[in-house]
Structures are given as C-alpha cells and as structure tokens.
C-alpha cells in the first residue's frame, strides 16, 4: 500500500508549487471519474484513530484525499476529541478536518475541553459524542448517514467506564440502540473509546453478529489484533493515533519523563516528529453488514 501511495504522489506532484497544485487536481478528477460506480455490493470505510494536534490534522488533510482515491473510499470516519492542540475540539479544527475528506467525527473523554464545542453539539450533524451520556445531554451518541449514490452507514460513538468517567453502562443500554439503528442499515461502526482492553473485546463479543465493526480508540496505541469474529463483526482493540509518533502519546517527550521522575505539573506540549495518520480500512457487505475485511494502516506523512 505504501509504494502504490507513493507511486500516486509522484503522480500527482507537490502541493507547494502552482503547476503541481494544478496537476494535482486534475489527476485527482481523472482518478475519481474513473472509479465512480466501482463499490458495488460493497461499503469500503476509513476508520482514523485519534487526531493529535495541528501535526495531525495535517496528515488528515494531506493523506486522506489520496487515501479516498486509492482505496475507493465510501466513507471516512475519525475520532477527533484531541485535533485542537491536542485536548478538545473547536469548530475551526473541526472544518479542516471535514474539508479534508472525513464524513463524520467521533469523540470522547476530552469532548468538553473546549468549550467552543457547544457550538458542534448543537448544530453539526456530523459530531457525534459518547451515546451512554445521561439523557438530557445535547449532542447525539448515534447517526445514519446517507450520501448520493452510497449505502447508508450508521455510526456509533461509546465510551468506556474502566479507568475512566462514570458515564451511564454502555452495555445495558448498547443493543437497544443497535436495534433501532439496524431497522434503517445493517451496516454499523461502532467506536468504543475505552481504556481498558478488556472491555472493547467484551463489548466487541456482545455485539458480534449485530455491528459491521467494533474499533477501539483513546489509548493512541495501535493493536495488532485485528479480526473478524464469527457473526462477521471485524475488531481492533485500538486504531492508534493521527500525529506525531516521535513523542509520548503525541505528546513532547521531555515534559512527560519529567512529569514521572518529578511528580510535579509540567506542561505537555504536541511534539512534531515522525507524524503518521493511523487507522483501519473494513470492506463491508452493504446487503448483510458483515466485514468481509479489515486492514491496519499506519502511514507516515511525506
């Protein structure tokens, strides 16, 4: 994958110079005229794991476009709770990232970091926020989408309890919401942002049969576990993280070694080396919602 992305960059030639940015866009309008219709039967998604910081919305708007391209994407989803300064979300960070490629944004325990994401809660139908939030809280946990031409997606956001707020169960309240999303599309995402890995494999075991994918985030460490259970659910424990991986968790190193040694506050800066966009692509059946299947991908920033 990482040579043919290669391949597609020479092609498409630097985005820093005029003639390139011209050619650019008219080889990503030959390329995408070429592949319209291709999908058929199928629901190919994008899955990115937790945007860090200005570096990672970079490689979301770097990469994504030539992903969507490669890979025939019919939908993109990202988890993005960490893409303004590497705690909480604004409305401007979340434009770029949608203008960028990504169709719909997940979140998770650094939602209310910002308060500028009151304004998305209330108005942008593409942000979700964990579903097992009490009632009576703005935001939704849970969408369909439809887009022209594509089979519809639903899109679940959940949230953890282990090491983590005491939201509402998300096991007692879970199947209840995928019944009544699977009376509208069998096929489903679930993001299960959760600390512990037990608990993504149980949930992920729960709902085996009933979601297309069950993916894990907020640890911003990518598993090596991917499968695809019996009931044809595909499962990561964790998708990584979208930024800079010469660092801790995204994060300067220096400041965090300090913070262990010392034990006193220190200031945890976005570091900016070796910036990567993690996640996982699903090729689902759109007549079943089985995943058919699931691939890492960890693609570092040209």
């Not at 994958?1 to 390139?20: H, K, V, Y």
């Not at 282990?162 to 009544?180: C, G, K, S, V």
Request: aromatic content about 6%.
């Amino acid at each position: 994958m990482r040579l043919a992305l290669c391949a597609l960059r020479l092609e498409l030639c630097p985005l820093s110079f005029a003639p390139g940015a011209l050619r650019f866009k008219q080889s990503v309008s030959k390329l995408a005229h070429a592949q319209r219709g291709f999908n058929l039967g199928a629901v190919k998604i994008l899955f990115i794991g937790d945007i860090v910081g200005e570096p990672g919305r970079r490689a979301v708007r770097t990469l994504v476009p030539l992903l969507r391209l490669q890979h025939r994407l019919d939908a993109v989803v990202a988890n993005g709770e960490n893409s303004a300064g590497g705690a909480g979300i604004t409305p401007k960070t979340a434009e770029e990232i949608f203008s960028a490629g990504v169709d719909v944004m997940t979140t998770g325990d650094h939602l209310w970091d910002q308060k500028e994401v009151i304004t998305l809660l209330e108005s942008e139908s593409r942000f979700l926020r964990p579903l097992n939030y009490p009632a009576g809280t703005m935001g939704q946990g849970a969408r369909v989408y439809r887009w022209d031409g594509k089979p519809a997606l639903a899109v679940v956001n959940l949230q953890g309890r282990t090491f983590m707020a005491d939201l509402d169960n998300p096991f007692n309240m879970i199947q209840r919401e995928i019944a009544r999303l699977r009376g509208e599309t069998p096929n489903i995402l679930v993001d299960f942002h959760a600390e512990a890995t037990s608990e993504k494999i149980a949930m992920a075991r729960l709902l085996d049969g009933q979601v297309s994918a069950l993916v894990g985030t907020h640890t911003h460490v990518q598993t090596a576990d991917e499968q695809i259970f019996p009931g044809g659910t595909a499962f990561l424990s964790d998708a990584g993280f979208t930024g800079p991986h010469q660092s801790v968790l995204g994060r300067e190193i220096a400041p965090v070694i300090k913070r262990f040694q010392t034990l006193t506050p220190q200031r945890f800066e976005v570091a900016k080396g070796d910036v990567r966009l993690q996640g996982v692509l699903l090729d689902i059946d759109e007549t079943t919602g089985r995943t058919r299947s699931i691939q890492r991908l960890s693609e570092p920033l040209p």
